[in-house]
């Protein structure tokens, strides 16, 4: 595993292979991962990088220290194969091993496929005061671009 600059189509790749599975959500390629979290100057996120055999992405992660103000290692936003739990433990270990806070938080929706990998990873599922909110301000997104929204009962 390693840290990167940016991603590029190996990300794009990966979220091909992923985009099928996930219920609803954002679309999750290089273009959006570089405009939300390398392009925004009020926060330093590291990005990693995990290479199959075959080179490959596996996996890659976005992390953040210090989140909310707390010694808190945050994981904002991550994408692995799930099947591929080997990927998903290496990227944890990467970033608990690099870190010296205290802690490691990550947030998922609910029905999102990472949330039964981490819980059975330890992790444990609280209340938050996270809306989700959605809101569209390109104005070349197309309908293809869109999935639809399945909302969970609360």
């Not at 794009?12 to 979220?15: A, C, E, N, P, T």
């Not at 707390?70 to 290692?73: A, H, I, N, P, T």
């Given at each position: 595993m390693v840290e990167v600059e940016r991603f590029g189509p190996e990300l794009?790749?990966?979220?091909d292979r992923l985009k099928g599975v996930h219920t609803f959500g954002l679309w999750r390629d290089s273009s959006y991962w570089s405009w939300r979290y390398l392009d925004?100057?009020?926060v330093i996120d590291r990005l990693l990088s995990l290479l199959g055999l075959d080179g490959e992405l596996r996996g890659a992660a976005v992390v953040r220290g210090r989140w909310l103000d707390?010694?808190?290692?945050a994981l904002v936003d991550g994408l692995v194969l799930c099947?591929?739990?080997g990927a998903a433990q290496t990227l944890l270990d990467a970033e608990e091993a690099a870190s010296s806070l205290l802690s490691l938080q990550t947030r998922f929706h609910p029905e999102q496929p990472e949330t039964e990998r981490f819980r059975g990873q330890g992790?444990?599922?609280r209340e938050t005061f996270f809306n989700l909110c959605i809101r569209l301000d390109d104005p070349d997104l197309t309908q293809?671009?869109?999935k639809p929204v399945r909302c969970?009962?609360?």
């Open positions: 794009d790749r990966l979220w925004c100057p009020s707390k010694d808190v290692l099947d591929d739990s992790f444990e599922s293809s671009r869109i969970p009962e609360w």
